[in-house]
Nanobody, 125 residues
Framework: QVQLVESGGGLVQAGGSLRLSCAAS????????MGWFRQAPGKEREFVAA????????RYTDSVKGRFTISSDNAKNTVYLQMNSLKPEDTAVYYC??????????????????WGQGTQVTVSS
């Protein structure tokens, strides 16, 4: 099982920026896809962004395109989410997880990791 630890959340004003980090451990990684997800109060967890092992392929949900950037450091088994131009509707607990394909990340099926505690992002208006 893969263990995941998210960090970097906080309180920020609308228009501000935050950089989230997710450190993965517990198994040898290769040829996987890592993703970020979020869950707002009273809503279901949703896909936010994903990146392939090589970094060559990234995907984003429409609402964050052009504002969020996902990146990774394979040597550290860490994935990042740079969030710019934050909006109040981005307020949520952000989680990361890992899968074998972009499809598994987008659908949150067949994920390889245990959900961590997440990191709270609060955007004030």
């Amino acid at each position: 099982q893969v263990q995941l630890v998210e960090s970097g959340g906080g309180l920020v004003q609308a228009g501000g920026s935050l950089r989230l980090s997710c450190a993965a451990s517990g198994r040898t990684f290769s040829n996987y896809v890592m993703g970020w997800f979020r869950q707002a109060p009273g809503k279901e967890r949703e896909f936010v962004a994903a990146i392939s092992w090589s970094g060559a392929s990234t995907r984003y949900t429409d609402s964050v395109k052009g504002r969020f950037t996902i990146s990774s450091d394979n040597a550290k088994n860490t994935v990042y989410l740079q969030m710019n131009s934050l909006k109040p509707e981005d307020t949520a607990v952000y989680y990361c997880n890992v899968g074998w394909t972009h499809g598994s990340i987008a659908t949150m099926r067949g994920l390889l990791g245990s959900w961590g505690q997440g990191t709270q992002v609060t955007v004030s208006s």
